[in-house]
């Protein structure tokens, strides 16, 4: 199974911006479904966004359209998440995530579609 690894993960001012990186083991990433998710303590699994393998079509959850934006970077074989406009939430960790195959679109945002999962990366939004 393909590993996934986050990083750039750190404190940040509210309003500030953040590069999240998840490189994937083996495998070329447009091989895969991947999404990145969030969690706060306490709080169920967020879908923040997603890119489809086929056609890299990109999806985004509610609370972070327009600010957030997914790509794939095939030198680094990793998807990217950058952050802007970030709001203070305190400490959340983000995941990403893996899936083959070609799941529909309405399933895209939830965490059980996803098969595989990165250990997280630390998001600190605070003053």
């Known amino acids: 199974q393909v590993q996934l690894v986050e990083s750039g993960g750190g404190l940040v001012q509210p309003g500030g911006s953040l590069r999240l990186s998840c490189v994937a083991s083996?495998?070329?990433?447009?091989?895969?479904?991947m999404a990145w998710f969030r969690q706060a303590p306490g709080k169920e699994r967020e879908f923040v966004a997603a890119?489809?393998?086929?056609?890299?079509?990109?999806y985004y959850g509610d609370s972070v359209k327009w600010r957030f934006t997914v790509s794939r970077d095939s030198v680094k074989n990793a998807v990217d998440l950058q952050m802007n406009s970030l709001k203070p939430e305190g400490t959340v960790i983000y995941y990403c995530?893996?899936?083959?195959?070609?799941?529909?679109?309405?399933?895209?945002?939830?965490?059980?579609?996803?098969?595989?999962w990165g250990q997280g990366t630390q998001v600190t939004v605070s003053l």
């Open positions: 890119i489809r393998k086929s056609n890299g079509a990109k």
């Open positions: 083996e495998g070329t990433i447009s091989a895969y479904n």
């Open positions: 995530a893996v899936v083959a195959g070609r799941p529909i679109s309405s399933v895209l945002g939830y965490a059980s579609t996803y098969v595989n």
